[in-house]
């Protein structure tokens, strides 16, 4: 046994020792996302508008403590605040199961106000009609009866000297909740002071511009203690308490953006997950073992190992490097689904250049030694033009958009060291042994001489006929066309105990002022409702669907609600990352090939496909969001491989045949890569349709996606993308 080969075995010995490692337990080691087990997702906006310039990053560093307070008091493990661009925060609360409480400890500004009462109640009158008396603001008790009362207009303690908040009853009456508070030991001395002069006065006791009580000041308080006395629930009590407690946000703020998954839909989409990954992964196999029998074998090894290192290396990042937030979300599922289709396109080449040269004549070592070297650079340069996808989805993405892109990037790592390093060191063990002395494979597709170059132009014709129609459909549909991601607006789904006709919630949200909804259930989850407004909506409907469908128990899934400002970016940020993603892709593969025709083509191929991709969801009315630019970008990544790898073929092509014109060379290329282009396009197909079928309602129309662009991308390699380099190599 030679060295390399001692030095590559041990090599893999390790990494699987290693992946090993940092895999297992899977739950201590494999961190999963809030869409996976359910949370809350904010980004929330400080408003500093108002805020002098030199003040601004302060006030956002002081909100983002004061929040950080207030989580941890709420018991949330685990959470993540941080800042996000000049004044929004994002905040991220797994396993939170209280929406309402988590809304309303984040968003009170608690800022809380001593002022003076005016004594004259016929001021009061005067001012109620109108006449507000200078230095004076008209302000209405928070109580049933809803006095009005002349507050002074300038404060005169301020709740900064507030040392502690808690909830207490009242020992009279109905025994109502109030708060106590206690001042530090300068707030003590001032409210003593305060409550001395004023002694026959009222004081008004104000949270957030809301006056909470006016008691009067019977003698002065020198015991450095007050209470706030309302019409209030023991919630909302202990909610303004911890507010006070943790002290007054320095500016308001506002909910940008929220996604809040409950428990149930994470389990589901887990469950969903799963399945899809084992039935896609079966059917892989399966193909792989009929179809190149012993290499086949071989290379559901190196799938396996693959699979092992995907989730190593994101136990291992999770263990060692937690900061880079290597989440398993429900995209990085399908992330590692598309990873298991784009390791079998490296194998399947792999295996057909073998084979190319076992037909040659060459003798089995040297057969396997140039079947893996001549497919290396098609390999690379694939992988290395998706992992450019990636690269642009973690920079322009959040949430599980970023988790998909980690682990596309890590399976993209892991699909080049299997296919190059694990699948060529089992050959050459088994070689070694003496063990391999013929490889059958079964072969679909013989040696084809279809002139696919001479019917360009209809297909050009085609293609812009098919991209006109997909662009008129998303112009005519207009706002409709996009999902809340860019749209703006707010998706709620349940989960009913009994199904309910969509035509029955429709009719009693109108009767109740909510006509503006658009409902949705599918056939296969009948008790599931689905409910998009523009507006936030899911108050008005929990209590609809409370007092109209008592009998019928339901469970909030998951609250989606963006701002318009924030579709808005993210509609931005979204073509952008389209944008220096075909760029991107443009740059390499022109530098790969040294001619700026092969790229041109093949991005104008790469257009071809997103915009089929995005015009044809939309005509069979599905909506484009984030997931949907996610496969997109997949797409763009996936389908140049195709490209490459006829182009690579061109390549070693006219290098051998000097005098044949370029159309010749490009017509042979396609046949000689026809059978490969079918394989590994059907094989992805099948873990596409998976999870179609299986991976849940979360990912089905990023499925769709995927399944148009992929068969897009075959029929633009060879339809668009080769006969281009041809057009313009004339020129």
């Given at each position: 046994m030679n060295k390399n080969l001692k030095y590559r075995l041990l090599l893999v010995a390790g990494v699987i020792l290693a992946c090993l490692y940092f895999s297992f337990p899977l739950n201590e080691k494999i961190n999963l996302g809030l869409d996976l087990k359910g949370g809350m997702h904010l980004v929330i906006k400080v408003e500093t508008e108002k805020v002098p310039d030199n003040q601004k990053d302060d006030v956002v560093a002081r909100a983002m403590e004061i929040l950080r307070n207030r989580i941890d008091a709420l018991g949330v493990g685990e959470t993540l605040i941080q800042r996000q661009g000049q004044d929004e925060i994002i905040v991220q609360l797994p396993g939170i199961t209280d929406r309402d409480k988590a809304l309303s400890v984040i968003g009170k500004v608690a800022q809380l106000e001593f002022r003076l009462v005016h004594p004259d109640p016929l001021q009061v009158k005067n001012a109620v009609a109108g006449n507000v008396p200078p230095g004076y603001i008209l302000k209405y008790l928070k109580k049933e009866e809803n006095e009005p009362i002349l507050v002074e207009d300038k404060v005169a303690l301020s709740g900064e000297?507030?040392?502690?908040?808690?909830?207490?009853?009242?020992?009279?009456?109905f025994g109502e909740p109030k708060i106590s508070l206690s001042f530090s030991s300068t707030g003590a001395r001032d409210f003593a002071e305060l409550t001395q002069k004023h002694v026959g006065e009222r004081l008004a006791i104000i949270v957030d511009d809301e006056v909470y009580s006016a008691p009067n000041i019977r003698e002065a308080i020198s015991s450095g203690t007050a209470e706030i006395t309302g019409v209030f629930s023991v919630e909302e009590a202990s909610v303004l308490a911890l507010a006070l407690r943790s002290g007054s946000l320095p500016a308001p703020m506002h909910v940008e953006e929220e996604r809040t998954i409950g428990p149930l839909l994470g389990r589901d989409s887990i469950h969903a997950g799963i399945n899809a990954i084992l039935l896609g992964v079966a059917a892989v196999f399966l193909f792989m073992l009929i179809y190149y029998l012993l290499s086949g074998f071989i290379a559901d090894i190196a799938l396996s190992i693959n699979l092992l290192m995907i989730v190593g290396i994101m136990g291992f990042l999770n263990t060692m490097l937690p900061a880079s937030q290597a989440t398993l979300t429900l995209p990085g599922i399908a992330g590692i689904l598309l990873t298991l289709g784009m390791a079998v396109d490296a194998n399947v080449l792999i295996n057909e250049r073998i084979r190319e040269e076992l037909t040659a004549g060459r003798p089995m070592s040297i057969a396997v030694n140039n079947g893996f070297s001549r497919?290396?650079?098609?390999?690379?340069?694939?992988?290395?033009?998706?992992l450019i996808a990636a690269f642009m989805l973690y920079q322009f993405g959040s949430g599980p958009i970023k988790g998909f892109a980690i682990t596309l990037t890590i399976g993209i790592i892991s699909t080049l060291f299997t296919g190059l390093t694990v699948s060529k060191t089992i050959f050459e063990l088994i070689l070694h042994y003496r063990k391999l002395k013929t490889l059958p494979m079964l072969q679909f597709?013989?040696?084809t001489?279809?002139?696919?170059?001479?019917?360009?132009?209809?297909?050009?014709a085609l293609s812009l006929g098919l991209i006109m129609a997909s662009l008129v459909g998303i112009w005519t549909k207009k706002q409709d066309a996009y999902g809340i991601d860019f749209a703006g607006g707010q998706l709620q789904e349940y989960r009913f105990k009994q199904p309910i006709p969509a035509e029955d919630i429709r009719n009693q949200l109108k009767k109740e002022g909510l006509p503006e909804v658009i409902i949705q259930q599918f056939a296969s989850t009948p008790e599931n409702v689905i409910i998009r407004s523009s507006e936030d909506t899911f108050d008005k409907v929990m209590q609809i669907f409370k007092t109209k469908f008592?009998?019928?128990?339901?469970?909030?899934?998951?609250v989606e609600k963006v701002g318009p400002v924030v579709g808005q970016h993210l509609r931005q940020r979204a073509l952008w990352a389209i944008i220096l993603a075909l760029g991107g892709i443009?740059?390499?593969?022109?530098?790969?090939?040294?001619?700026?025709?092969?790229a041109a083509a093949g991005v104008i191929a790469l257009l071809h496909d997103v915009f089929l991709g995005a015009g044809i969801l939309v005509l069979l009315g599905r909506?484009?969001?984030?997931?949907?630019v996610t496969a997109l970008l997949t797409i763009a990544g996936y389908s140049i491989n195709d490209t490459i790898v006829i182009y690579d073929r061109v390549r070693e092509n006219m290098l051998k045949t000097k005098k044949v014109n370029l159309k010749d060379i490009i017509n042979l290329s396609v046949n000689q890569t026809l059978g490969r282009t079918i394989l590994t396009s059907s094989v992805t197909l099948l873990t596409v349709i998976a999870l179609y079928l299986f991976g849940g309602e979360v990912l089905n129309t990023f499925a769709l996606c995927l399944l148009i662009g992929f068969i897009s991308g075959v029929y633009s390699t060879v339809f668009i993308a080769s006969p281009l380099v041809l057009a313009w190599h004339k020129k």
């Amino acid at each position: 046994m030679n060295k390399n080969l001692k030095y590559r075995l041990l090599l893999v010995a390790g990494v699987i020792l290693a992946c090993l490692y940092f895999s297992f337990p899977l739950n201590e080691k494999i961190n999963l996302g809030l869409d996976l087990k359910g949370g809350m997702h904010l980004v929330i906006k400080v408003e500093t508008e108002k805020v002098p310039d030199n003040q601004k990053d302060d006030v956002v560093a002081r909100a983002m403590e004061i929040l950080r307070n207030r989580i941890d008091a709420l018991g949330v493990g685990e959470t993540l605040i941080q800042r996000q661009g000049q004044d929004e925060i994002i905040v991220q609360l797994p396993g939170i199961t209280d929406r309402d409480k988590a809304l309303s400890v984040i968003g009170k500004v608690a800022q809380l106000e001593f002022r003076l009462v005016h004594p004259d109640p016929l001021q009061v009158k005067n001012a109620v009609a109108g006449n507000v008396p200078p230095g004076y603001i008209l302000k209405y008790l928070k109580k049933e009866e809803n006095e009005p009362i002349l507050v002074e207009d300038k404060v005169a303690l301020s709740g900064e000297m507030v040392k502690d908040a808690r909830v207490d009853f009242a020992t009279t009456g109905f025994g109502e909740p109030k708060i106590s508070l206690s001042f530090s030991s300068t707030g003590a001395r001032d409210f003593a002071e305060l409550t001395q002069k004023h002694v026959g006065e009222r004081l008004a006791i104000i949270v957030d511009d809301e006056v909470y009580s006016a008691p009067n000041i019977r003698e002065a308080i020198s015991s450095g203690t007050a209470e706030i006395t309302g019409v209030f629930s023991v919630e909302e009590a202990s909610v303004l308490a911890l507010a006070l407690r943790s002290g007054s946000l320095p500016a308001p703020m506002h909910v940008e953006e929220e996604r809040t998954i409950g428990p149930l839909l994470g389990r589901d989409s887990i469950h969903a997950g799963i399945n899809a990954i084992l039935l896609g992964v079966a059917a892989v196999f399966l193909f792989m073992l009929i179809y190149y029998l012993l290499s086949g074998f071989i290379a559901d090894i190196a799938l396996s190992i693959n699979l092992l290192m995907i989730v190593g290396i994101m136990g291992f990042l999770n263990t060692m490097l937690p900061a880079s937030q290597a989440t398993l979300t429900l995209p990085g599922i399908a992330g590692i689904l598309l990873t298991l289709g784009m390791a079998v396109d490296a194998n399947v080449l792999i295996n057909e250049r073998i084979r190319e040269e076992l037909t040659a004549g060459r003798p089995m070592s040297i057969a396997v030694n140039n079947g893996f070297s001549r497919a290396f650079s098609a390999i690379f340069d694939s992988n290395l033009t998706t992992l450019i996808a990636a690269f642009m989805l973690y920079q322009f993405g959040s949430g599980p958009i970023k988790g998909f892109a980690i682990t596309l990037t890590i399976g993209i790592i892991s699909t080049l060291f299997t296919g190059l390093t694990v699948s060529k060191t089992i050959f050459e063990l088994i070689l070694h042994y003496r063990k391999l002395k013929t490889l059958p494979m079964l072969q679909f597709f013989g040696n084809t001489k279809i002139d696919f170059i001479s019917k360009r132009y209809f297909f050009y014709a085609l293609s812009l006929g098919l991209i006109m129609a997909s662009l008129v459909g998303i112009w005519t549909k207009k706002q409709d066309a996009y999902g809340i991601d860019f749209a703006g607006g707010q998706l709620q789904e349940y989960r009913f105990k009994q199904p309910i006709p969509a035509e029955d919630i429709r009719n009693q949200l109108k009767k109740e002022g909510l006509p503006e909804v658009i409902i949705q259930q599918f056939a296969s989850t009948p008790e599931n409702v689905i409910i998009r407004s523009s507006e936030d909506t899911f108050d008005k409907v929990m209590q609809i669907f409370k007092t109209k469908f008592p009998n019928n128990k339901f469970e909030v899934l998951r609250v989606e609600k963006v701002g318009p400002v924030v579709g808005q970016h993210l509609r931005q940020r979204a073509l952008w990352a389209i944008i220096l993603a075909l760029g991107g892709i443009l740059v390499y593969v022109g530098f790969r090939f040294k001619h700026f025709d092969f790229a041109a083509a093949g991005v104008i191929a790469l257009l071809h496909d997103v915009f089929l991709g995005a015009g044809i969801l939309v005509l069979l009315g599905r909506q484009i969001d984030l997931l949907v630019v996610t496969a997109l970008l997949t797409i763009a990544g996936y389908s140049i491989n195709d490209t490459i790898v006829i182009y690579d073929r061109v390549r070693e092509n006219m290098l051998k045949t000097k005098k044949v014109n370029l159309k010749d060379i490009i017509n042979l290329s396609v046949n000689q890569t026809l059978g490969r282009t079918i394989l590994t396009s059907s094989v992805t197909l099948l873990t596409v349709i998976a999870l179609y079928l299986f991976g849940g309602e979360v990912l089905n129309t990023f499925a769709l996606c995927l399944l148009i662009g992929f068969i897009s991308g075959v029929y633009s390699t060879v339809f668009i993308a080769s006969p281009l380099v041809l057009a313009w190599h004339k020129k």
